[in-house]
């Protein structure tokens, strides 16, 4: 396996790696090949293989995203549309949760002012009640999905703050990762982050 001389470490585990040769795509463009590997086909539309994986093998932890998609902060190029990470024909409730950087990494997650834990439970209740209504009228995945995805969120409020605060981090990890690691968006804290979520089930 021939390795170039800028990537030492890589040339030192060559043996414990696995390198497949005989896949490719018939794209001559860097965006359809990309949107080929994550979903087998070069046009969009189809579901990305972690969307497969959730319709197959269903999800580790009911409190978290079965996948997610991570980015490091400043790096517009990176190509994270959502048709890498989308669900395609399948259920809506497949697809990936985008992890950004910041406070915030999951958007719209966090109650409006004013409203609590328990009165967001009552509202999507009520809410699950009136699709319950429709669904039986109509039944729709779309609408299941809809009901899987909210009480998803709910959850997801308390597990995804839980996740992201790395104060309990003991120092001697910060010497692995580096202080980069505490600065949200770095890459050392997208690694620490995405260590943390496959301890937690997440893919």
Same mark, same amino acid.
């Given at each position: 396996?021939?390795?170039?001389?800028?990537?030492?470490?890589?040339?030192?585990?060559?043996?414990?790696?696995?390198?497949?040769?005989?896949?490719?795509?018939?794209?001559?463009?860097?965006?359809?090949?990309?949107?080929?590997?994550?979903?087998?086909?070069?046009?969009?539309?189809?579901?990305?293989?972690?969307?497969?994986?959730?319709?197959?093998?269903?999800? @580790? %932890?009911?409190? &978290?995203?079965?996948?997610?998609?991570? =980015?490091?902060?400043? !790096?517009?190029?990176?190509?994270?549309?959502? $048709?890498?990470?989308?669900?395609?024909?399948?259920?809506?409730?497949?697809?990936?949760?985008?992890?950004?950087?910041? @406070? %915030?990494?999951? &958007?719209?997650?966090?109650?409006?002012? =004013?409203?609590?834990? !328990?009165?967001?439970?009552?509202?999507?209740? $009520?809410?699950?009640?009136?699709?319950?209504?429709?669904?039986?009228?109509?039944?729709?995945?779309?609408?299941?999905?809809?009901?899987?995805?909210?009480?998803?969120?709910?959850?997801?409020?308390?597990?995804?703050?839980?996740?992201?605060?790395?104060?309990?981090?003991?120092?001697?990890?910060?010497?692995?990762?580096?202080?980069?690691?505490?600065?949200?968006?770095?890459?050392?804290?997208?690694?620490?982050?995405?260590?943390?979520?496959?301890?937690?089930?997440?893919?």
């Amino acid at each position: 396996l021939q390795i170039s001389d800028a990537l030492p470490h890589i040339s030192g585990i060559a043996d414990d790696l696995c390198l497949v040769r005989s896949m490719h795509t018939e794209a001559i463009n860097h965006g359809p090949g990309v949107t080929h590997m994550q979903t087998g086909s070069q046009f969009p539309g189809r579901p990305s293989i972690g969307a497969w994986l959730n319709y197959g093998l269903g999800r @580790a %932890n009911d409190n &978290l995203p079965a996948f997610v998609v991570m =980015g490091t902060k400043g !790096k517009g190029g990176q190509p994270l549309v959502s $048709r890498l990470w989308g669900s395609g024909f399948l259920p809506s409730e497949n697809q990936g949760v985008r992890f950004r950087s910041g @406070a %915030n990494p999951v &958007l719209h997650l966090q109650n409006p002012s =004013g409203i609590d834990r !328990k009165s967001r439970r009552m509202m999507l209740d $009520r809410l699950r009640e009136l699709h319950e209504l429709q669904l039986a009228g109509n039944p729709d995945a779309e609408i299941e999905s809809r009901i899987a995805q909210y009480e998803m969120a709910f959850r997801m409020q308390a597990s995804v703050p839980e996740l992201t605060d790395i104060a309990s981090e003991p120092q001697h990890t910060f010497e692995l990762y580096g202080e980069e690691a505490k600065k949200p968006g770095s890459f050392a804290n997208t690694a620490l982050m995405a260590r943390r979520l496959a301890e937690r089930g997440v893919r």
